[in-house]
């Protein structure tokens, strides 16, 4: 069995009395989800989900739990993918996307990520790291 590893973080500010996320459109597959991406040689996951997003997004984050949560599932191609995620808090807000890859990036509600989010495993995610930030 063949497996990809790959890391990425939920990342959220506060403005205006609101929490944001931070989601992506990938460019090839349409789909919404968080910044992500595959971890490179002698990195680990928490390097590969701050060097990720910052490269998809232009956004530097901190993680703000030791929570941690882990998406697996099967590719199209035939290989499983783990995928590691953290919780952060954005130190910057201005998003700078990555054209390459990313079709829209953006901020958006909880109300907004529920509906934008393509895979209900993320949807799962969200609630796991993301959910006790609001009431």
Do not use: C
Not at 89 to 109: C, F, H, L, M, P
């Amino acid at each position: 069995m063949v497996k990809e590893i790959s890391a990425g973080a939920i990342v959220y500010t506060e403005s205006e009395g609101k929490i944001l996320y931070l989601l992506a459109q990938n460019k090839n597959g349409g789909h919404f989800g968080f910044p992500k991406g595959h971890v490179e040689k002698d990195e680990s996951i928490i390097e590969t989900a701050h060097r990720e997003v910052y490269e998809e997004t232009g956004i530097m984050f901190e993680i703000v739990t030791d929570k941690m949560q882990t998406s697996t599932y099967l590719m199209p191609n035939g290989i499983y993918k783990d995928v590691y995620y953290f919780l952060g808090k954005a130190t910057n807000t201005k998003i700078r996307k990555q054209d390459s890859e990313i079709s829209v990036a953006g901020w958006y509600t909880k109300e907004q990520v529920f509906r934008y989010l393509t895979y209900d495993n993320d949807k799962i995610l969200f609630i796991k790291l993301a959910g006790h930030l609001e009431k």
